[in-house]
């Protein structure tokens, strides 16, 4: 057997492991081929045209037969049922190909192309195409959507009889083609996602093919042209499945995974959207953390505080205590503040205000500052036409408290007064609704707010709803009352769905929502989450008025279901209304198990458990309160991007039984991961007297929480690409990104002088390069020898694998990295999860598992080894590589020479940077006598501590430190390839002004490794300092604070370059950077122009030093002068004219020159990629 490597894999695959691949004797396949017998079994097929063009093309894959994978018993398959047993030659066939992806992933993780799992093997007969095939049917079309958008390279192998020509082509229309001639046996691995592969034979072929896949759990977007026209035709059939009727939709054959993203991602209702909202909840005033806290099952139940009333007057350790006038209940949950309130906020007198229910005063507090989250504020809420609903408990517990008569009055505490007061205060003139079903109260609220915000028939929807409800603990007597019940837990806790379940504990909170119509263009980002639908109904007749109906339960699910326009297999999970009752919490399971996942229905055993969850074990029965905290609850922590658990669930109730009952549901007593970045989740609400409201809410998980897959920061996407290099090139360069004359290399091994590289062959220009003492090197390519002009990879220190750049001016960072000193084998974060893939793969789809680690053998390199660098240029593709040149392959040539001399040997010199002169290079001597040791003699100009570090060659990317940050005692020492994202690593001492201090560094090699050591003493005091040292440190500094998208904890300090101060400053995505600058880094002595917004372009004045004011600062891309751009550098500069500051301005840079040993004195504030 042959194999192929296409798009230069030898650069890629740093590994020669590929020589273990066997060798098939032709013979061999002659005799054991079972073609014919796959043939007689009539498991040949067409393939739709559409799908025919992922695999070898319309003649390649004229029919297709289904091989499967080889198991050890049987053959599973994911595109039939066929269980056939095939012949020995393709068993033996398919197995190898599980071998060979074992062998490769590691190596494809290194190369950043990860591979997870194989497809089926497929067995194609080329062969000139009678018809287009059969049509494409959603079935079919899903079943290959989900392989050709996971698939990253496909295995050929070519079966015969005869040979065949394999035409390999990028999806560039520009690229050239490439013919592989493929003769029986002959094996090719290409690349699936980033080529178009055609198989053709002018006789009989056969080939088989399978797909290396890397499978993510989030959905994968498709790449090649066949996956997007299969994604175009598959979201042009879930949009006709959306627009048809229940009925239509009952006759097409839409697959489950089609029918759960149409309903996700296709709103055809009108959906109302959460915008804001405001809360107080039992340890917290904050929504959004009320909310995440529930993901970890929090107990807010505690003892009833004093504030409220002493409770111990009214309690007794016993069920019977009501019989005593007393209750068995001594817990609940509450909030803090009840008794403050702004009264002038709103206009109210103090009078009024002692007398008015605590709820009516935060339903005010609340509901303006939800409203004013919104962006609503007093003058534009006057007479508009927005709606307020409330939910209001009945004012009995107001009524029983203590309270000055007076003062209250009729509109103290009475139920209907709430909304009617909130409308007042702010001038409201839309729908103003008070309602009071108990435990219904807040959804029946919600369902009267969305009709009103809805377009239905003649009337005009209101512009905004504020829903608000509330249940606040005032007096022990309602304890009593629900004692002699039996609705309050004598155990202080409400165990719901728990088979020791004796009641509820009641709960604080207060609660408003602002309510829109969703889905508007433009306000998605300000929409938290959305209600999709909801019902109400009543339980009618039953066996006491109190007992919830099932059937009444499941008629509501469904009819909530019906507004939604959705499957019962849709919805992830429900909130439930349950309130500790045994047989009550048996039966909301049951009707829930039984609406959302019925029996019969179809592709119910393939959907996800249906999760049942409950708040009320966390913050207790808030009654009339309690939908408008679930709506919080579920819409916010989907953020978290996980189910809520259910707290205080040890033994589950024994009247719930869902295994006995065949249902797909669960009750979870810990949180669970989202399957999906949205979710649907039923809310349950009813009440004593047998109101029913059921809501089904909406939320997606924010962008940056649901990432499955490594997160690559824009703008550098691009380093990641499909291909780095084609051979047959295609297009062309511009003409202002081609050389002149040539190409220069340049790097830390000549210090960054450019020297010509030799032409090798067309497109291919090479130079050697000698390993120092470092047994590393940077370089980059400069056209024509132009530093401006620089040819860089795509990330810092890139490899062979990092796609070429430029070219621009660039900084040294942004350099290829030769590294011969030993490695470890790979680290485990580049090796694919394979404990998440066997979850998410099953039938054909078989894990990878790595035979082993790669090694790195070949890349170990000692001080004196050459390398041989090689630029490649074939139309617009450049790709740069290098190998290492065998000892036997050194020969002293001319040029060798010439090459070797311009090095000045491979020992560099080494210089201090110390902070005695800012860190300017200061050159040390080689000991005459012994030249692996260099000194040198320093004049410290100040008392007080002193840090240097050591450079190589003067060169910033080469820092000698210590293996600490800081270090106060000599010794060991490490070079390390610094940049400007890590710290440097310093020596300090303390000294006096005039104190000499004598510095030895010493570097040799020693049993083939590299050892160098620091020590300094010392040497004499009181010597006369140099008047330029000095001034260096009488200088008054300046420190520049940035705001790029916030305004930084950190100040930069500028530099005095002789005539002016000066900082670097790189912009970042946003184009845009504002800055202050502070007087000896006080914060007090600012300095700041006297307009927003301020530059050189435009008349304004510097002021200060003084303190700062808001608003004012100078504004780096303000201006269309600035030409600013991602990526652009500029010099900041503060001019003096004595030593008092004059003015402000700055200048574009077009070369990096100084910016490398600004960055290293701390002058340059870049924007850096992520290293590759």
Known sequence: MDTEWTEGSRSRLHSNRFKLFPQVEEEYLDSVLDISAVDEQGRFVSIPAAIVEGLLGKEGSCRVADVGVTTENALVSVFTESFVRDGAALRYFDAEFSRYANLLSAHLAVAKMPVTSRSSSLLHEAAKPKSEGPTLTEEVCSKWLKVISSHRLICIWCLGPESGTLELKPWDADAESMQVTLRPGRLVIARADALHHRFSSVGCAYCLTCFLNNIVAAEQEPVSPCGLALQEWAKERMSRYKQSTVQEQRYMEMPREWEEKANRNLVNTQRIALRTA?????????????????????????????????????????????????????????????????????????AEASGMDPGHRLTLETGYEALVKDGYRANTLMNSRGGVYVANPPPMEWNMTPKDIAAGGVCGGGGSIACGRFSFVHGLKGPCISVDVEGASSLVTVNYACANLSNTGGWEPIPFALCNSWNLQLNPAPYIHLSSCGLLSPKGRTFTFDASASGYIRGDCVTSLVLKAGNVEGEEVNELGYLAGSATNQSGRRSHLAAPDCLALQEVVHEALRQTQITPLDVDAVESCADGKILDDSLEATAFARAFRPQGTLNVDDAAPLDIISAKSSAGNQLEAMGMSQIIKVILGSRAAALHPTPHLRIMNPHIDLEMCERNAIISSESLDFRLPSTFTGILNRSMAGTNCHAIVFAKVPSEVYRPRKAILAPYKEAVQPILFWPKGGGGLPDEMQPRMGYNIMGTFNRWRPQPMEVEAPGVYGATIILSENRWERFQIALDGDSTRVLHPMLPEGDKCCPVAGPEAALQILSWHIDGRPKDAVQAEDMPDTSQQKQLTSGAWTVIVPDEMPTFEDTVAMAGDRFRVRLHVQGRWRMVDWEKLPKAEDEDTPADRAFRASLEGLIGTYQVAGSWNMFDCQAMKPDPAQRHLHRVEVTIP??????????????????????????????RALLRAWDQRSKLHSWAFRASAGDVFRIEFERQAEAGEDKMKVNWECTSTNATVPEDLALLHVRRKYMVRLCFDSWSDHSYKMAWQGTYFHLFVELNDLAKVSFVIYEDGQTSRCLFPSVKDANPYEGHELQGPGPATDGLFWTIGAHDKDKASVGNRYELRLHLEGNVPMSVDWALLKSTKGLEDAAAKGNFVAWLPASA
């Open 278 to 350: 405001c809360v107080k909840q039992p340890g917290t005033e904050d929504a959004l953390g009320f909310a995440l806290a529930m993901n970890a099952g929090p107990d807010f139940a505690l003892s009833v505080p004093m504030m409220r009333w002493e409770h111990e007057t009214v309690y007794e350790d016993d069920v019977q205590a009501w019989q005593n006038g007393k209750t068995c209940c001594m817990h609940g949950t509450f909030i803090d503040g009840v008794e403050l309130f702004d009264c002038t906020a709103f206009r109210i007198s103090r």
């Open 942 to 971: 100040v008392n007080g501590d002193h840090q240097f570090h050591i450079l190589r060659n003067e060169d910033r990317s080469q820092v000698i430190g210590p293996e600490s940050l800081i270090s106060r005692v000599g010794g």
